[in-house]
């Protein structure tokens, strides 16, 4: 562009400090509650998701970085290699070409990334859309992106919740998460969350604590809990939860994020969805937290959707998953 001198380069675990400003200077305009700070970003490029020669972008200008996209890496393609993409631009730099750029970037990346995991698969390359930013949806369709399913970002006050809801159903025990069950926890989640979650993959050994983020200071094991099967040991149930220190940051609320929960199919209907959710609404009011919020695919097969609302969870924010597939 005309007088500006543009850096476009692979980004690093330095850049973390500089991609939490930018995410910063992009929520305060879009308001998604939509917030990572600088740890969040070491995480991600310390993780297995993300690879290092071709997996993120940024334009710089000076030492400013004014857009970024990012494609993450699944740990299996059957039958396509389904990505997911991240980008954001400065508010102040928007409407110049730059998201457009990082969109064509990821639609070439994902091919590249694609052929030396999985040599002949297919790529699908996969985004959000907040319905409030119809800028974002406008770039996407032109790119080729089609809209494949909807999700609710859901919310539930916690001030005036009445304490001590939880009732475990006859024949099973509630349990913590901790390091011993990860294994166990690892195979529940494969088969109980994967099969009915659209864009979720099979968390390998080395995946899973970074996915689930079992090992970082914002994952809360005391609000993390299992329904196990009294009679048989099995894992029926079990949901994850996180304390996500940079939207408090942003928003002084405190919201514990349940990330994953999943209930193994001959289990469902048998309340075990319900009282994980209301032991760690218990939990997380009784610690002091405002709210607790999660993310539900809006036609999920298992009846989530409904399993949230009575347990008084109100949609705060609709996206549109869209995707668009690239082959090599």
């Excluded at 989640?189 to 090992?215: C, I, K, Y």
């Amino acid at each position: 562009m005309p007088g500006m001198d543009q850096v476009w380069r692979t980004l690093t675990k330095d850049d973390a400090a500089a991609l939490a400003e930018l995410n910063a200077a992009a929520e305060a305009v879009d308001r998604v509650d939509d917030h990572y700070n600088a740890d969040d970003f070491v995480e991600e490029f310390e993780g297995p998701s993300l690879d290092a020669r071709d997996g993120s972008r940024g334009v710089f200008i000076g030492e400013r970085l004014v857009g970024a996209g990012i494609v993450y890496q699944r740990t299996t393609a059957d039958p396509v290699h389904r990505m997911f993409f991240w980008g954001r631009v400065h508010p102040e730099f928007r409407r110049r070409g730059f998201g457009t750029r990082i969109v064509e970037w990821a639609l070439e990346a994902g091919p590249r990334i694609t052929e030396r995991l999985f040599p002949g698969v297919a790529c699908e390359i996969c985004s959000p859309v907040h319905e409030s930013l119809a800028g974002n949806a406008a770039l996407l369709a032109a790119q080729g992106f089609e809209a494949e399913r909807y999700e609710f970002s859901m919310e539930l006050p916690l001030d005036e919740r009445e304490s001590g809801r939880t009732r475990v159903p006859d024949g099973f025990t509630l349990l913590n998460y901790e390091e011993a069950l990860s294994e166990e926890f690892r195979e529940t989640h494969n088969t109980a969350f994967v099969p009915d979650h659209p864009g979720s993959t099979v968390q390998t050994l080395e995946s899973w604590p970074h996915v689930m983020s079992t090992r970082s200071p914002n994952f809360r094991a005391d609000l993390s809990f299992g329904l196990r099967d009294a009679e048989t040991g099995t894992l029926a149930g079990y949901l994850f939860s996180r304390f996500d220190e940079a939207a408090h940051e942003a928003t002084g609320r405190r919201d514990l994020y349940i990330g994953y929960i999943g209930t193994r199919r001959e289990y469902r209907r048998r309340g075990v969805a319900g009282a994980l959710i209301d032991a760690a609404a218990d939990g997380a009011a009784a610690a002091g937290f405002d709210t607790a919020s999660l993310t539900v695919y809006a036609d999920n097969p298992s009846g989530a959707l409904g399993v949230y609302q009575s347990a008084g969870f109100e949609v705060r924010h609709k996206m549109t998953i869209v995707k668009r597939r690239v082959d090599a």
